[in-house]
């Protein structure tokens, strides 16, 4: 598994896979050719699908900007991947220069085809399943967060601080932040009224609730607005942790190293998903997204809550488990409806299934390890109809434009 430092990644939305890992394989392209006379980016499967929804266009013309650019558009799938993309280089003469085969896997990360890059992200982390890593940390009689540090080194700490405030500061900013949300879906920003509604609440229980949602949606909002937000694990599900983040230091006080060191708990479940199956919509659905971040958020919220390694897992793997065949289809290919009431949702059910290992963690045995769902996680990813792999063709994103009486 490759550092969290490229897990946790700070870039603009609406999508890591279409934005942010079309961004990072424009810049990479520029800067081995910026000579160049002119640039085609052809655009395949999920990329072309939904790109214009998701700013796939926009960021790549961006990023080139200052070089003739066209943009073409292709849905078939290239071999490798779902989110494919094709950039070729030209001289003066209309002669290519060069052709990069790449890929967006998830998170922001891009492979290149048969490109040797001294530079790309290594694998650090040698054990690759938890229960590898739990009998590791038994032995040494370390933490989870020991295990992290010993891995990435002690300055993991202050990249994870960072990291926490940048949370909380998108946060800020969403709740802050009232107006339309761009796009033809013309939808309002809602998480100030969430929020007011929580804060006015005549029971606790609802008033925390409501403020957990608030915090989701004013970051899943600002995402959708093309804001800067974290990838955790993508920016399609970028609001569960920050709610969890903003929830236990704003409302209940816990400090940001305290947030930072379940950030590490979190990131450890994140990376094991992404590694054994998929964190990218256009290849596992939005289980993949919003369900690996429910999964995270479930773990941060145990450890901040004092459980047990056993316990930790647990609540991981419920909330994996409870987001298994989570169709991803997004309505005109925007990140807005269903994915941000999804992460208002994700965000109560990473607390009840928190909640849920409290009560049940130390008195059994769990039926179903986290490695396990992980596997039927990525078996369900690759037995769902691609028309409900970020490709807006089927489900709500088909339904949505039906009912309404839309053009597509």
């Known amino acids: ?19 942010m890992g079309p961004q990072r394989a424009a810049k990479k392209f520029k800067e081995k050719y910026p000579d160049a006379s002119k640039y085609i980016v052809t655009l395949y499967g999920s990329l072309s699908l939904t790109g214009k929804g998701h700013l796939t266009d926009w960021i790549i013309l961006e990023t080139l900007k200052g070089t003739p650019t066209e943009i073409k558009w292709v849905d078939e799938e290239l071999p490798n991947h779902p989110n494919g993309m094709i950039f070729q280089a030209f001289d003066e003469n209309d002669k290519e220069l060069d052709s990069w085969t790449i890929y967006s896997v998830g998170g922001g990360s891009i492979e290149i085809e048969g490109f040797d890059d001294d530079n790309a992200p290594q694998d650090i982390y040698e054990l690759n399943k938890l229960d590898d890593i739990y009998t590791y940390i038994q032995e040494k009689n370390i933490s989870l967060v020991d295990y992290v540090k010993e891995v990435e080194g002690e300055d993991i700490q202050e990249f994870l601080e960072f990291i926490v405030q940048e949370m909380l500061n998108n946060a800020q900013r969403g709740l802050d932040t009232t107006g339309m949300i761009p ?7 809602v998480a100030q009224k969430i929020n007011k509604a929580g804060l006015s609440s005549d029971t606790k229980e609802e008033k925390h609730r409501l403020l957990v949602s608030s915090y989701a949606y004013a970051v ?38 305290k947030l930072a060191q379940s950030l590490a708990v979190a990131g450890v479940f994140g990376n094991l998903i992404k590694q054994n199956a998929s964190i990218s919509g256009a290849e596992g659905g939005c289980q993949a997204e919003v369900g690996t971040a429910c999964s995270m958020a479930a773990a941060a919220v145990s450890y901040l809550d004092g459980l047990n390694l056993s316990q930790i897992e647990y609540a991981a793997e419920i909330a994996i488990e409870h987001h298994l065949g989570l169709t991803c ?19 109560l059910r ?14 059994r045995t769990n039926s ?3 490695d396990t769902v992980v596997n039927v996680m990525r078996e369900t990813g690759n037995d769902l109809n691609h028309i409900y792999r970020e490709t807006a063709l089927g489900g709500l994103a088909i339904n949505y434009i039906k009912n309404n009486k839309l053009e597509k």
């Open 350 to 363: 990473a607390l009840d299934a928190a909640l849920y290992a409290k009560a049940l963690g130390e008195f």
């Open 220 to 257: 899943s909002e600002e995402n959708a607005s093309g804001g800067l937000v974290v990838t955790a694990p993508t920016c399609g599900a970028s609001g569960v942790m920050p709610a969890i983040m903003y929830y236990y230091h704003h409302d209940l006080g816990f400090s940001i190293e």
């Open 368 to 370: 179903i390890s986290f």
């Open 183 to 189: 796009g033809d879906l013309k939808l309002i920003r």
């Open 1 to 19: 598994m490759q550092s969290l430092r490229e897990f946790y990644k700070v870039g603009p939305g609406p999508s890591s896979s279409h934005t």
């Open 329 to 347: 289809d997004p309505v005109f290919g925007y990140v807005q409806i269903p994915c941000i009431e999804r992460n208002g949702q994700a965000a």
